[in-house]
């Protein structure tokens, strides 16, 4: 099956000198949440701007549903919804009046059934006829998501669909995305919130100073990369780390009182009875033990000092 969306060798140089985007290639499967995490300037909206017509490559091409975006413009950016970080609406207008406007400068025929259901899931219907500089920050967003759902996209670009909204319309948001993905829409979003990414996402892709250095199954990112904290809390506290355990390089935590032992989550060996073994062997107690999961966060944060010190190192 052809993909909803490739891009190959994408790249983007300003006047300037900066390249905001190095040769990127993605392809996105149809009817999947695929998450785009990076920090600020590291391309993330370039690249959304690129796809959505909005600036023009300097190399590279994209193509939505089969269909170049430079070469035939209307038909692939017919197929794509775009959620704008900023909060951009017509102040005056009424909720309704601006998401039938928005449905119909994308050729849609008017369907007041459509238009219902997008505002009634949105929990925008009992708004409609409210003005746009009446809503809260979080209803305005919402605004923003039904036009551009308005036309019914085969794609839907959420970048940072989130920020600044509350949990609950956060979470709601999620259920919103969730379901429009159940019904076949493929969900492309940048978020900076790194628990947005690992509730929702199936995919998940890492942007660094405009080069793309991790694309990946989510689950499978996690098995990969993920690793385990074992927290040890002693019987007695401890002033030091004895020499003895070394090899497993323990952190000595609340005020000595617990022992921090990180391992790789999917390692055919953990270590972790050697080190409780020479924990005996010490005459050193302990009162439990707990392991937690580390979060795609932590992933994210090893992953971007892991290109950064390579590239420093190379620059060297």
Not at 29 to 45: D, H, S, V
Not at 61 to 89: C, F, K, M, W
Not at 161 to 168: F, L, N, R, S, Y
Not at 242 to 249: F, I, K, S, T
Request: proline share 4%.
């Amino acid at each position: 099956m052809e993909p909803i969306l490739a891009v190959n060798g994408l790249t983007k140089t300003y006047a300037s000198g900066l390249t905001a985007l190095d040769h990127v290639d993605l392809t996105i499967n149809r009817g999947e949440i695929f998450a785009l995490l990076g920090p600020n300037g590291a391309g993330k909206t370039t690249l959304i701007s690129i796809i959505c017509g909005l600036v023009t490559p300097s190399s590279g091409n994209v193509r939505v549903a089969g269909h170049d975006i430079q070469r035939d413009y209307r038909a692939a950016r017919y197929r794509i919804g775009l959620v704008p970080q900023e909060l951009s609406t017509d102040a005056f207008e009424t909720v309704l009046a601006t998401v039938k406007l928005s449905r119909g400068l994308f050729g849609r025929p008017a369907n007041p059934a459509i238009i219902e259901q997008i505002l009634r899931d949105l929990s925008l219907w009992d708004k409609r006829s409210a003005k746009i500089m009446e809503l809260s920050g979080g209803m305005k967003r919402r605004v923003l998501i039904a036009k551009a759902l308005s036309h019914e996209p085969d794609i839907l670009f959420l970048d940072e669909p989130t920020a600044g909204v509350d949990v609950e319309l956060r979470r709601d948001m999620w259920k919103l995305v969730r379901g429009l993905r159940d019904r076949g829409t493929t969900i492309i979003l940048t978020t900076h919130y790194l628990e947005e990414a690992e509730e929702m996402a199936d995919r998940v892709g890492v942007i660094l100073k405009g080069k793309l250095i991790l694309v990946e199954d989510k689950t499978t990112l996690m098995q990969k990369l993920g690793k385990k904290t074992l927290t040890i809390n002693l019987s007695e506290p401890l002033a030091a780390v004895p020499p003895e355990l070394a090899e497993w390089q323990p952190v000595l935590k609340a005020d000595g009182h617990e022992l921090e032992y990180v391992f790789e989550a999917h390692a055919e060996r953990t270590g972790i009875p050697s080190l409780l073994r020479a924990l005996g062997d010490l005459g050193i107690g302990f009162k439990d033990l707990n392991t937690a999961q580390s979060s795609l966060e932590d992933i994210f944060v090893g992953l971007v000092h892991q290109s950064t010190q390579s590239t420093t190192e190379q620059a060297a």
